[in-house]
């Protein structure tokens, strides 16, 4: 690699960062499990099935 794009890289990787703190990204998993938590949801519905039928078949 040119030293031109190696800095264009670094400086890249600079802005992602910035980027990731100003929205309350970090690398604690407490806290990343956290966010994860308030943006995917997901609850089974109550008549959904327990088993897939299709991989029953395959037996």
């Keep these: 690699m040119t030293k031109k794009r190696t800095v264009a890289k670094a400086d890249q990787y600079a802005e992602?960062?910035?980027a990731a703190k100003s929205?309350?990204?970090d690398e604690d998993p407490a806290h990343?499990?956290?966010a994860?938590?308030?943006v995917a949801?997901?609850?089974a519905s109550?008549?959904?099935p327990?088993?897939?039928p299709a991989k029953d078949k395959r037996k």
Excluded: E, S, V
């Design 32 to 34: 990343f499990d956290a």
């Design 36 to 38: 994860l938590k308030k």
């Design 50 to 52: 327990a088993k897939n």
């Design 41 to 43: 949801r997901h609850k």
């Design 23 to 25: 929205l309350g990204c």
């Design 46 to 48: 109550p008549d959904a």
């Design 16 to 18: 992602f960062i910035d």
